[in-house]
């Protein structure tokens, strides 16, 4: 596979096309960002670490039935993808109140839902990835109806899927972003699944495994990524 010209750089990832136009590489970085940008800084083999925890995922939900861009791991912050057509909704999925929710809600950081929570994000860097809902998403004409009932479906079956998985592992899953995308008439779940997009709380003390170490300037952060990537990969 030839790695071509680049076509997309964005906070943690660069795209790169290859002498196959149905596929891209995806590159992971070190770089780390907050709030919308406004934070940077860089966590030490952070794309490494994303590349293993990405592949070893994405692999067990294929094996599931959840269909993904994944193709195979190419090197160490590397993987082959198929080419999507991003839909500009991102969804939240919520199992612990942790963030904006127990923000905005009032809700008390660490309360257990009685069920899981499926939110709508805007992808526009822009407007800062806005909160939305069914009838701006129509406006918008970002997905049709059928489009985002089964992102839903699939985020859920994803979460259910995931939620045991972490679980096993003595890991809470406290919430997570997905992005989906369009491949040859067929909706893929795309993207990433890392401890950059989703928090990840130890199971007997919630200790924070994720980006809030950063966000939150609570150190340790390579640290809790890679106990992240031991526990997910076995390493």
């Known amino acids: 596979m030839e790695k071509r010209e680049k ?21 992971f970085t070190d770089n780390a960002t907050a709030f919308n940008g406004k934070k940077k800084g860089i966590i030490k083999n952070k794309g490494i670490i994303n590349n293993k925890i990405t592949a070893k995922i994405f692999s067990m939900l ?19 993808v198929k080419k999507l057509d991003i839909i ?11 963030g904006s929710l127990a923000n905005r809600l009032g809700i008390e950081t660490g309360t257990e839902l009685p069920f899981p929570i499926v939110e709508y994000y805007y992808k526009s860097d822009e407007l800062n990835d806005p909160m939305i809902n069914e009838w701006h998403i129509k406006y918008l004409n970002l997905a049709t109806p059928e489009e985002l009932q089964y992102m839903v479906d699939t985020a859920l079956k994803v979460n259910d899927i ?4 972490f679980d096993e592992r003595d890991i809470k899953l406290v919430d997570f972003k997905l992005e989906f995308g369009r491949h040859d008439g067929k909706i893929l779940l795309g993207d990433e699944f890392t401890p950059d997009g989703s928090r990840l709380w130890n199971k007997s003390d919630n200790y924070i495994l994720d980006k809030d170490r950063f966000r939150k300037d609570l150190g340790f952060v390579e640290e809790a990524y890679e106990e992240v990537c031991r526990r997910v990969c076995g390493e």
């Open 7 to 27: 076509l997309y750089e964005g906070k943690a990832k660069i795209m790169f096309a290859t002498d196959d136009p149905s596929l891209l590489i995806q590159h």
């Open 62 to 80: 294929e094996e599931k039935g959840i269909p993904t861009h994944f193709v195979e791991v190419i090197n160490d912050r590397e993987m082959l």
């Open 88 to 98: 500009m909704v991102e969804l939240v999925v919520r199992n612990i109140a942790a």
């Open 162 to 165: 995931l939620k045991k998985f």
